[in-house]
């Protein structure tokens, strides 16, 4: 089965090619990177790219920064090719065997790895699914987690998730969510459909004030904005309420 590497990008060129390299390496159909109007050199280092691997790293390059860079990467989805999709930012990267475990469950909704964060090159910790081996769960099984004292762990870092059900959150707009537009939206997948959860990590991501998701979420007014708008993203998924909850409190904090 094809995977698709899709790396939003922003003036982070000092990392985007240890981010295209860490898909590259792993042999995926494709690695599109989604420039939204960079000014530091990135495109170039895009375009070097595309050329060097023979159109298996492919730019798109927004010429005005979008009000929305959520909105405006999934206007690329139906342009990819992969029938599973895996998400990695311009500042972190994938390790070696994430692309072979997305391949290997292409069927599955959605596939949670455990994921390292970095500060610089130090480890800061581990997240990790907490499973001793591949554990395939039911959306039941996937909902009682949830609802349990467990982490939520359930994110798009060190994922990936099957291209029906990417289409299906972008029909959903599961931008408007934010910050948690990827931990919200897979988590609903999950709790409506099953998931493969893995030992191991997949990625591993740079703690960075200046990455598109902490600045969206930079004060508290942002902030409960985008948990209303989770909570509305959720209704309308059709996850139940209890599940909701518990999802929001986990993931946005008490509301």
């Keep these: ?12 060129g000092e990392t985007l090619e240890l981010a295209i390299v860490s898909a590259y390496s792993q042999g995926p159909l494709e690695v599109v990177v989604i420039d939204d109007a960079s000014t530091d050199g990135s495109v170039e280092i895009a375009r070097q790219w595309q050329s060097i691997s023979a159109g298996v790293v492919r730019l798109v390059a927004n010429a005005t920064k979008a009000d929305n860079w959520q909105e405006s990467m999934a206007r690329e989805f139906p342009a990819l090719r992969g029938e599973t999709v895996v998400f990695c930012a311009a500042d972190d990267m994938l390790l070696p065997g994430m692309i072979y475990q997305a391949r290997s469950h292409a069927a599955a909704p ?8 970095l500060f610089g ?7 990790s699914q907490s499973v ?3 554990t395939t769960l039911t959306a039941d099984q996937v ?8 982490n939520a762990t359930e994110t798009g870092i060190g ?5 029906t059900h990417l289409e299906w ?17 897979y988590a609903a997948v999950a709790a409506l459909h099953g998931a493969v959860y893995l030992p191991g990590a997949g990625a591993a991501i740079r703690v960075n004030p200046q990455s598109y998701g902490r600045a969206m979420a930079a004060d508290d007014e942002r902030r409960r904005h985008y948990a209303a708008e989770s909570v509305a993203f959720l209704r309308e998924a059709g996850v139940d309420d209890e599940t909701a909850r518990r999802l929001i409190e986990k993931r946005c904090g008490p509301q």
């Design 110 to 117: 959605v596939v949670f790895s455990d994921y390292h964060c």
């Design 169 to 185: 959150l972008s029909s959903l707009q599961f931008w408007r969510c934010g910050p948690f537009g990827d931990s919200i939206g």
């Design 132 to 134: 001793p081996d591949e």
């Design 1 to 12: 089965m094809s995977v698709s590497v899709v790396i939003p990008n922003h003036n982070h």
């Design 159 to 163: 994922s990936a998730i099957h291209r």
């Design 143 to 150: 909902r009682r987690r949830i609802r349990s004292t467990a």
């Design 121 to 127: 090159r130090q480890l800061l910790h581990s997240v």
